[in-house]
């Protein structure tokens, strides 16, 4: 087969489909390269002395990683000087980066969660970064937090690396999901799935166990079913996974079908994750292989957001099964 790079994949949306302007292929390609910078520094560990906390939180209240802070400088870096961006906003960042004065002006505006699942930096398993474009709304020239909060409808591309066995990216931009592998040597992305598409049933479900005491009621019904296998209503038995980084969780759906689920709960009333940079970009994809995204009740690229780091429940996957959890919440009473 002949191998197609990003670059090609991108010159041919632009031509072909339209799917593409030159502004935004250069955007796509220089958060690319970005991620190849990143995926350098996760590969290196300890030897490059990238591991460990970085003595900081951000605005979550978080404990900063060293590599939350690296992987944000280089984002930030390779994306402010190019003329593609009128700003951007990251989950490490309380307020969106304005764009130097000494810098052009683009017309798009980037959100990203520079490294998704810190908690497995140190433990090395797989980690990523996510991303999100917006445009910037007509006639704001100093995009400030209002400019960012638009529906998950309106994004025009999406993305998310996974820095594991090898770096793989993955791309929608309205017109379908594919993959690139990085080829080290050759230091590009090369295109190894071109038409992502999602199997509507499955029998994995991916949720973090431990928060079971603090479930509501549908979210209870759907995992017991699962967990009751051929004995149960659902007539067959179900394997889990839980990597802890969504991007990991997220790529295995993609690749073999699957549930993900952080919903709202006692403890997370709001979610966990967050809306604007993990939820959304997400649910862009995933909607685009053929899958779903909810947050129990709603799609979640309808939700209309309030604040940059509002944080949502999230149900996403085989469209089967999010119908069917998403059903379960309609049944129950509202939440109080
Ligand atoms: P981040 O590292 O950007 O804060 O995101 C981690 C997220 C997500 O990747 C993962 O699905 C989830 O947090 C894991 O949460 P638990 O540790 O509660 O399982
Ligand atoms: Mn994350
Ligand atoms: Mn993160």
Redesign the pocket.
């Known amino acids: 087969m002949k191998s197609i790079t990003l670059t090609q994949y991108l010159i041919e949306q632009q031509r072909e489909k339209g799917a593409v302007s030159a502004e935004l292929r250069l955007l796509i390609e220089v958060v690319a390269r970005a991620c190849k910078r990143i995926s350098h520094a996760v590969s290196k560990g300890a030897l490059g002395g990238v591991l460990g906390g970085a003595g900081t939180d951000n605005i979550q209240g978080e404990a900063q990683k060293k590599l939350d802070v690296i992987a944000n400088e280089v984002l930030v870096e390779a994306n402010e000087w190019g003329g593609h961006l009128a700003a951007l906003a990251s ?1 490490e960042m309380e307020h969106p980066h304005q764009i130097p004065s000494r810098y052009p002006r683009g017309e798009f505006l980037l959100l990203m ?1 520079p490294l ?2 810190s908690s497995n930096i140190d433990v090395n398993v797989s980690i990523g970064t ?1 991303f999100s474009v917006l445009r910037c709304p007509d006639g704001v020239v100093d995009p400030d937090e209002k400019a960012f909060l638009q529906p998950g409808t309106n994004q025009v591309a999406a993305g998310f690396a996974v820095y594991g066995p090898c770096t793989i990216l993955v791309l929608t931009v309205g017109a379908g999901v594919a993959a690139f592998t990085l080829d080290r040597e050759l230091g590009s992305f090369v295109m190894t799935q071109s038409e992502i598409k999602l199997s509507p049933d499955t029998q994995e479900f991916a949720i973090n166990a431990s928060n079971m005491r603090n479930w509501e009621a549908p979210v209870r019904r759907y995992i017991d079913e699962c967990l009751a296998g051929k004995t149960g209503v659902r007539g067959k038995d179900f394997n889990m996974r839980w990597v802890a980084s ?1 991007v990991a969780d997220v790529f295995r759906i993609l690749s073999r079908g699957g549930i993900f689920m952080y919903p709202c709960d006692a403890k997370h009333k709001a979610g966990r ?2 809306l604007m940079y ?1 939820a959304n970009p997400m649910a862009f994809i995933i909607e685009q292989a053929g899958g779903a995204a909810t947050d129990g009740r709603r799609r979640i690229m309808e939700i209309q957001p309030e604040q940059l780091h509002q944080r949502v429940g999230v149900v996403l996957g085989s469209k089967a099964e999010v119908d069917r959890v998403t059903q379960y919440h309609l049944e129950a009473p509202a939440r109080a």
Do not use: C
Request: glycine residues 12%; without cysteine; aromatic residues 0%.
């Open positions: 989950e969660d998704d699942g996510i969504m994750l967050r993990e």
